[in-house]
């Protein structure tokens, strides 16, 4: 029923020849795994409609963002009567914005 192999290599030839041997099978799928990562997180780049932003970054409606955060400085894709957002510009956007209660913090 079961058969005995004897190996001429020590224990650690062994694993080390064990363990180039996967990483030669799973290095491909990592990496393309990585890149396909990267692309989604990384240069993707979430545009969206005002009612969009609102809800999903500031959390709110579009009147409390018009009262509480709409600026001349804030930043936009497209002419004044259709406007569209970039999560990229707008996560910047409040980043650039932040204050503490002594003051701003971004001078």
Not at 2 to 22: F, N, P, S
Request: charged share 30%; aromatic share 10%; with cysteine.
């Amino acid at each position: 029923m079961g058969q005995v192999i004897q190996i001429d290599r020590t224990d650690d030839a062994l694993a080390e020849l064990i363990a180039d041997k996967l990483f030669k099978k799973i290095a491909p799928v990592v990496e393309k795994n990585t890149a396909k990562l990267f692309e989604q997180y990384v240069n993707n780049d979430d545009v969206m409609d005002k009612k969009t932003m609102c809800k999903t970054i500031f959390h709110c409606d579009t009147a409390t963002f018009d009262s509480r955060y709409n600026s001349l400085d804030f930043p936009f894709i497209g002419d004044g009567s259709r406007k569209a957002y970039s999560k990229k510009a707008v996560t910047k956007w409040i980043a650039d914005h932040q204050q503490t209660i002594g003051g701003q913090l971004n001078d």
